[in-house]
């Protein structure tokens, strides 16, 4: 929810019109003078960022390899990421625990499997079949097995099943010194399993059931659990697709669970799980199992529907509520999973690992987290806590003089006194104002917009949205608004917020707010009539809005409305054909810019009633700022895009910002900006002469 809040809000809540924000000092200046022939020169001041995302992480408790994922973008705009590519490929290493991480080469052998016993595991590609063990962090491939490799699976207790193209199976128990291959009539066996358990979607006719299991059904392993001598596997069932077999479609996706305790020369059907029949998708694209969890003697699945619980080494099973576990009952696996924990028996559930997490791994005593913008993090209280480099996505900016505000998603508001030079924390003034601990310490800023006179920040926390002012440009705040889902005014995010002229409008989700004494009280305008445009629904669309104390224009999938009397009545003035989410909106005079998705920039020189798509690219744009017909829009993949001739058309400059994603841009009236993103990014860019 939270990223799109931002996305929908992150570009017009920065503008400041001279109108309400510039200082004496500055209406004095020259104009600004910007050249679209000239790049950037730009300076990262804050933020220790990447454009990697780390999916997934291989560990062994002590050792962990971090697979990063570069962005990079393919024709149509979308932008996609890969690890299997060794152009896009950066790999990170620890040896405590992740306590501290190092850059790692990545092998060139092949994709990375498992991570045991201080050695990584790795398949070969088909010019070299295998499976090849390196020892950590700079030893030599060594080949362990032949063959060509379907897939790994690591057990909690470090044992490796290797299963083959062929459907054999091979296991060690040492580290990876050493593999076993199960008997040599296992997968016959497992195969007769299987068949049995297809033959039940032909119902009691003998007939249709054998028809059934002889249909070109397949299954393979999807997870391991090992206590020597046993080895418990989950088989995922993949049904034939053939319409001759089903009337209405083959049957949801099945996972068998079975067991041998001695070497695969016998085996035994411990379990059936079947995906929900019910689900929104197709069901039999939907796993019956999403994987399964271990610690010593304790093994559970991770169900759409239940969360089977056995404490006996899958002897005996208990099904218990998805993702609720006592305190005692807290596991962690060895691959990518996300844990869900609360204390039995509650019917809600809480996560515990960073929101912006896309891989976790590790044991029972550590855990450690990967994620977007090149973060890593490490728990060693089972989630409760997490260290860090960075976890702030700033997505909003507000400069005047050598005061500038950034905040965003993350902990803290950030301040500078020189210009964006050197930036810090913001630290409530009274440790016992409840209030000011709130507007500041809250781990979403959505909205950030003001003058020197009373500087606005919003956001949401837990179940509640708010609006907190400045009168000393960022040094105190007070709460100004507050909302609360579930009661008389049961906001659920704030959309945008616009200042201007001593009056303040806030677009929630469900209403239009409007002060015209700074904040100081508030009162609803009527919103746009949304519903004549689009089918009736209980909540407003994403909007963005534009305001200069008068005129207001709310703009939002391709669609515009504006009000020329601070949102008492409203006209709808324009549409853009293609539905185009929009991002960012601003005005000056009759010319009005809104920027979207697909670096889409639409541009109206009569007020909103035409518009016009004078640009479009790959990625989106967020941010979006103007200074005496200057315009700059930023975006994804570090997009800087200029304009000098009000709007008519633009240039991407060269911009040195790498692969950021660009959420919002600040231009002074010396001509610098100040351009905001993700993963902590803060950096001040002035044009080379």
Same mark, same amino acid.
Not at 127 to 155: F, M, N, T, W
Not at 266 to 273: G, K, P, T
Not at 307 to 316: Q, Y
Not at 625 to 639: F, I, K
């Given at each position: ?9 992150? @570009? ?73 590519? &060794?152009?896009?490929? +950066? ?45 950590? &962090?700079?030893? $030599? ?5 032949? @063959? ?57 006719? &003998? ?88 610690? %010593? ?17 899958? +002897? ?6 998805? !993702? ?22 509650? @019917? $809600? ?28 993090? *490490?728990?060693? %209280? ?10 702030? %996505?700033? $997505? ?19 301040? $500078? ?13 009274? &440790? ?25 920040? !919003? ?59 700074? @904040? ?18 209980? *909540? ?57 998705? !697909? ?29 005496? !017909? ?60």
């Amino acid at each position: 929810m939270w990223f799109k809040n931002i996305a929908s809000m992150s @570009g017009i809540m920065l503008l400041c019109w001279s109108i309400a924000c510039t200082t004496d000092t500055e209406q004095a200046s020259p104009p600004v003078a910007l050249d679209v022939d000239r790049p950037l020169h730009v300076e990262q001041v804050f933020g220790n960022v990447s454009d990697v995302t780390f999916r997934p992480i291989h560990s062994d408790g002590a050792h962990a390899i971090a697979i990063g994922q570069r962005r990079f973008t393919i024709p149509g705009g979308a932008s996609w990421a890969s690890h299997t590519h &060794p152009r896009y490929a +950066e790999c990170w290493l620890t040896q405590d625990g992740g306590a501290s991480w190092s850059p790692w080469t990545c092998p060139e052998l092949g994709r990375f499997v498992v991570v045991a016993h201080g050695a990584a595991f790795i398949t070969a590609n088909a010019d070299d079949p295998g499976l090849y063990r390196q020892a950590l &962090p700079d030893g $030599s491939p060594e080949r362990v097995v032949s @063959g060509e490799i379907h897939d790994v699976h690591k057990a909690s207790d470090g044992a490796i099943l290797v299963e083959l193209a062929d459907r054999t199976y091979h296991v060690s128990t040492d580290g990876g010194e050493r593999f076993s291959p199960l008997d040599e009539g296992s997968h016959a066996r497992l195969a007769e399993l299987v068949r049995a358990e297809v033959s039940k979607a032909g119902g009691d006719d &003998p007939f249709e059931r054998e028809r059934h299991a002889n249909s070109d059904h397949e299954y393979r392993v999807q997870a391991i659990y090992h206590a020597d001598p046993q080895l418990l596997m989950v088989l995922r069932i993949r049904y034939s697709l053939d319409e001759d077999l089903y009337d209405y479609g083959p049957p949801p996706d099945r996972a068998v669970i079975v067991r041998t305790s001695d070497g695969g020369a016998s085996w035994e059907l411990v379990r059936v799980e079947q995906a929900n029949p019910r689900a929104h998708l197709t069901p039999y694209l939907l796993p019956a199992v999403h994987g399964l969890l271990a610690h %010593d003697t304790t093994v559970a699945l991770l169900t759409k529907t239940a969360a089977p619980l056995s404490r006996d080494k899958g +002897e005996t099973w208990e099904d218990v509520g998805a !993702g609720i576990w006592s305190e005692a009952d807290l596991i962690a696996g060895p691959h990518d999973f996300m844990t869900l924990s609360t204390a039995r028996g509650q @019917g $809600s559930t809480s996560t515990r690992y960073p929101a912006w997490s896309t891989a976790l791994a590790g044991n029972h005593e550590v855990w450690l987290a990967g994620g977007s913008r090149g973060r890593l993090a *490490r728990s060693t %209280d089972r989630g409760r806590t997490w260290s860090s480099p960075t976890a702030q %996505d700033f $997505s909003a900016v507000w400069r005047s003089g050598e005061v500038a505000i950034a905040a965003g998603l993350g902990p803290g508001l950030h301040r $500078s006194k020189d210009g964006g030079k050197s930036w810090d924390i913001v630290v409530p003034r009274d &440790p016992d104002d409840t209030q000011e601990q709130r507007c500041l310490k809250t781990p979403d800023h959505t909205v950030l917009g003001g003058d020197d006179s009373a500087l606005f920040i !919003g956001g949401s926390f837990k179940d509640t949205t708010f609006l907190c002012r400045s009168l000393d440009r960022g040094e105190s705040w007070e709460q100004v608004w507050f909302g609360e889902k579930g009661s008389a005014t049961p906001y659920h995010r704030i959309e945008s917020f616009q200042f201007a002229g001593g009056r303040a409008l806030l677009l929630t989700d469900r209403a239009l707010l409007r002060s015209d004494d700074r @904040g100081d009280s508030w009162s609803p305008v009527p919103l746009p009539d949304f519903d004549a445009q689009k089918p009736p629904s209980p *909540r407003m669309p994403a909007g963005v809005m534009a305001f200069d104390g008068t005129r207001v224009f709310i703009a939002t999938w391709s669609m515009i409305w504006r009000s020329d009397d601070a949102g008492e009545t409203w006209s709808h003035v324009a549409r853009e054909p293609r539905s185009t989410l929009l991002r960012a909106a601003a005005f000056r005079g009759d010319t009005l810019i809104v920027v979207g998705n !697909g670096q889409s920039i639409f541009r109206s020189t009569d007020g909103g009633a035409t518009l016009d798509r004078v640009h479009e690219g790959d990625e989106a744009l967020f941010g979006l700022t103007e200074r005496d !017909g200057n315009w700059v829009a930023a975006g994804g993949l570090g997009r800087v895009l200029l304009s000098t001739d009000d709007g008519a058309s633009w240039t991407a400059l060269d911009s040195g910002t790498g692969h950021h994603l660009l959420r919002a841009v600040d231009l002074a009236r010396d001509g610098s900006l100040l351009l905001v993103g993700h993963g902590g990014y803060i950096g001040r860019a002035t044009q080379t002469q």
